[in-house]
């Protein structure tokens, strides 16, 4: 690289001796960088892939310790049935978190947007696709509120989705008046309610609908975020808002936008769970909150924002569901497998921290 | 003073948080092609003046003009949409996106047909290509990969991005805070460059700085700030450098010739 010849002549007697300096960028590049450098490197612009490698690690793992009943066709994509409506709810907390926000109410817009879904459908005997599209705008508005008193009211977002969940989860309640529609009642009124949970089959594997809905989700939402400037915005946004507010990203209504969308996920998740149910149950999916930040966690996205990958987090999903079935198959106490999934967690922060370093 | 009309002018600013008064009155006139330093202690409403010009906050009372008009910006968007870019003494960068995502952030390059239009796809190789002339033009290629991500970069490097940001979409004014405060000797000469590079293609350059050797090298006019309003315009030729000081910190009453109203 030459230096430019100098627009302008240095005023200050020590600088004089610039041009006489050498003008190549310093580099450090090829010497002086242990592997365990350059793996974090590699891991700093490739964030999906520390999950990727834990998820194929304990594939093989279980796959040896407990043999071809787990890794047979019939249990691999049993995991993906089990862990798709966690990971659908997952990619909607995905959202959020990558604007260095949190969502708490994700679980209880899934159980109301599919509690509309069913109510609707039984009590008022609306047509159940109005009922789904009802469900939607239930979901939808719950994010709506979220989002407009994380950016306009500029609440912090822990508390104002700490509120929601109890407001909405309390409403559910209160609405539903506490009542299950049973299974066999919907689907002989309304089978498109359980639209999700059927499925074809592969030779041993299953694939239900709700399956195929949660990969083909999570890949349209990678498209989204690399590849349109949407996307860009909402990693600016999390990484450093004033910067982004200053450069140009109308920060307000991104992330309005950001928690509709979440909401609107998290809608699309209680029609899958009505699949995966059989029934409309107000007491449904209680802990998916927690899940959805477990995989979200475990899938390398930071929690500070502007960092992750939305791959890592199907990854993350799959690796709790691996985990889970793996040591179930093994013939373990279930609660082995919470101990994993927290150790998991800490390990996946930790591991955050450290390829953070290597930004610096 | 000048017979040509200000690009960028205001006329009595005033900005006030809650008891304190930023902003008192203040003046300020920028004129085509030339570059104009403003100065001023701590404390004497610089940075309230430059928010103002660059959308960041709203007056509350006086008007601003841009080419004879009035104009109201409510925010750094509407600045920017009108002409002005801002060079933030914080650089306003997004360090995890990449060097080309960051000269674009806010005004995107879309796919041509359907792949921009319905699945609104960005189009990196035209962003990285423009992105890389910009920097180019200002001799700032030493930075291999546009694809890297702005945490990479050196200060200098950083500031040099954020300068060919704003040089690359300023139609009318450029405004540059503290450019060379957070960089070392070699960076600082660059960036000064960079300013008469950019000022050499005619733009207008409002130039805040603390520095007063690179004030005195590149200014054609000091603009002095004192007690939220301004006190002068000097000429660096006319004045010296323990004058300008001494006119800032109010240690010299300003002479009748460059006093301001």
């Known amino acids: 690289m030459t230096q430019p010849t100098p627009a302008s002549s240095p005023s200050q007697d020590f600088e004089r001796v610039l041009p006489a300096s050498p003008a190549e960028v310093a580099s450090f590049e090829g010497h002086g960088k242990t592997f365990l450098q350059r793996a974090r490197e590699f891991l700093h612009g490739n964030p999906a892939a520390v999950p990727l490698i834990v998820l194929l690690a304990s594939l093989v793992i279980f796959g040896l310790l407990v043999g071809s009943k787990f890794f047979s066709a019939f249990a691999l994509t049993l995991i993906l049935q089990q862990v798709a409506i966690t990971g659908i709810v997952a990619a909607a907390q995905t959202l959020v978190i990558l604007t260095a926000g949190i969502d708490l109410s994700v679980g209880a817009i899934m159980v109301l947007s599919s509690v509309v879904m069913g109510q609707f459908t039984f009590r008022y005997g609306l047509p159940p696709e109005l009922s789904i599209l009802c469900g939607f705008a239930v979901g939808a508005l719950c994010g709506f509120i979220n989002g407009f008193l994380v950016a306009y009211v500029r609440l912090p977002a822990f508390i104002v989705t700490l509120g929601m969940w109890q407001v909405i989860l309390a409403t559910n309640f209160l609405y539903s008046a506490n009542e299950t529609i049973r299974a066999q009642e919907i689907s002989a009124n309304a089978p498109i309610l359980q639209f999700f949970g059927e499925n074809f089959r592969l030779g041993g594997a299953v694939f239900t609908y709700g399956v195929i809905v949660f990969v083909a989700l999570v890949l349209a939402l990678w498209y989204v975020l690399n590849h349109t400037a949407w996307g860009r915005h909402v990693y600016a946004i999390g990484d450093d808002e004033q910067a982004a507010e200053l450069s140009g990203v109308r920060v307000k209504p991104i992330l309005v936008s950001v928690y509709v969308l979440s909401g609107l996920i998290c809608a699309l998740a209680g029609w899958a769970m009505i699949g995966r149910l059989g029934s409309v149950s107000p007491t449904a999916g209680q802990f998916a909150n927690i899940e959805s930040i477990t995989a979200v966690v475990i899938g390398g996205i930071s929690l500070f924002g502007g960092r992750g990958s939305i791959l890592g987090t199907m990854f993350g999903a799959l690796i709790v569901g691996v985990f889970a079935l793996g040591l179930r198959l093994w013939g373990t106490d279930p609660q082995w497998t919470y101990l994993m999934i927290g150790l998991l967690i800490i390990a996946a922060v930790a591991i955050d921290q450290w390829i953070r370093k290597a930004a610096a | ?261």
């Open chain 2, 1 to 261: 003073m000048n017979a040509t009309q200000p690009i960028l002018s205001a006329r009595g600013l005033v900005k006030r948080y809650g008891r304190v008064t930023a902003l008192d009155q203040a003046d300020f006139d920028l004129y085509p092609g030339e570059i104009l330093a403003v100065i001023g202690d701590n404390g004497a409403g610089k940075s309230s003046l430059i928010k103002a010009l660059s959308g960041a906050v709203s007056p509350d009372e006086g008007e601003i003009r841009l080419d004879g008009k009035p104009i109201h910006f409510r925010s750094p968007m509407d600045a920017r949409a009108a002409g002005i870019e801002t060079v933030y003494q914080n650089l306003a960068l997004s360090p995890a996106l990449s060097i080309a995502d960051n000269m674009f952030l806010g005004r995107e390059i879309r796919k041509p047909g359907v792949l921009g239009s319905v699945f609104r796809m960005l189009d990196r190789p035209a962003m990285e290509r423009t992105a890389r002339e910009k920097l180019s033009e200002l001799g700032l290629m030493t930075i291999q990969n546009i694809s890297q991500a702005v945490e990479t970069l050196s200060g200098g490097q950083r500031q040099g991005v954020a300068v060919a940001r704003a040089a690359a979409f300023g139609s009318k004014v450029i405004i540059m805070d503290e450019p060379t405060a957070a960089l070392g000797v070699k960076e600082s000469r660059r960036v000064l460059d960079l300013i008469q590079d950019v000022k050499a293609r005619g733009m207008p350059i409002v130039l805040i700085s603390h520095n007063m050797p690179h004030v005195f090298e590149v200014a054609d006019r000091i603009h002095i700030h004192r007690l939220g309003r301004r006190l002068a315009v000097i000429k660096p030729s006319d004045y010296s450098m323990s004058d300008a000081v001494a006119l800032m910190t109010g240690a010299m009453k300003p002479p009748a010739d460059v006093l301001a109203a």
